[in-house]
């Protein structure tokens, strides 16, 4: 079976930083693309970085540029999101998913982590 | 690249559920969309504008042309209520776009 299991959610304060990991089962985690994409407290999803299977290729939104950094580590089959200087903006539930590759629709989703920057 | 969706959509069981994304000459992309209910991970229910995924019931279809893509939702069941977002690859800067979401209420 397919998995998909994040963790490192939590509270932090603005300015502080976070590590978000995936751990994935079920696979071969070297043929796919991994995507991180979040959802604020009653608001859409949104898109925040994008990996390839290589990870010789790397997309960020622009509202997470030169702040958060995505990476995989093919001997753990895991991919992760290090992200700095966090703002309340980004308090959201953050999902790990699976494509094909990065122009590819995510076809399994984790079930997510919450992320809470607050004073 | 903005992707415009209703912010709900009501419709009755039995009936037929059409939600719809629109964005420029979208006819022109991909679109995905995902269903997503409260406490349990999103799942793609169509991808490529009309390709249902392993799983995903025949009740369920995709169209996209012009400036318009809409998921079909025939025979509507309480099991589909759900917030749907579609969901393209905008290849000039390589983003990922989301529309804003459609919640679907089953009367």
């Known amino acids: 079976e397919v998995q998909l299991e994040e963790s490192g959610g939590g509270l932090v304060k603005p300015g502080g930083s976070l590590r978000l990991s995936c751990a994935t089962s079920g696979f071969s985690f070297s043929d796919y693309s991994m995507k991180w994409v979040r959802q604020a407290p009653g608001k859409g999803l949104e898109w925040v970085s994008s990996i390839s299977d290589t990870g010789r290729y790397i997309y960020y939104a622009d509202s997470v540029k030169g702040r958060f950094t995505i990476s995989r580590d093919s001997a753990t089959n895991s991919v992760y999101l290090q992200m700095n200087s966090l703002r309340a903006e980004d308090t959201a539930v953050y999902y790990c998913?699976?494509?094909?590759?990065?122009?590819?629709?995510?076809?399994?989703w984790g079930q997510g982590t919450m992320v809470i920057v607050s004073s | 690249y903005v992707l415009t969706q209703p912010p709900s959509v009501s419709v009755a069981p039995g009936q037929t559920a059409r939600i719809a994304c629109g964005g420029n000459n979208i006819g022109s992309k991909s679109v995905h969309w995902y269903q997503l209910k409260p406490g349990q991970a999103p799942v793609l229910v169509m991808s490529y504008d009309s390709d249902r995924p392993p799983g995903i019931p025949d009740r369920y279809s995709g169209s996209n042309s012009g400036n318009t893509a809409t998921l079909t939702i025939s025979r509507v069941e309480v099991g589909d209520e759900a917030d749907y977002y579609c969901q393209v690859w905008y290849a000039d800067n390589d983003h990922v776009v989301f529309g804003g979401g459609t919640r679907v209420t089953v009367l």
């Open positions: 998913t699976r494509a094909v590759t990065t122009v590819d629709p995510s076809d399994i």
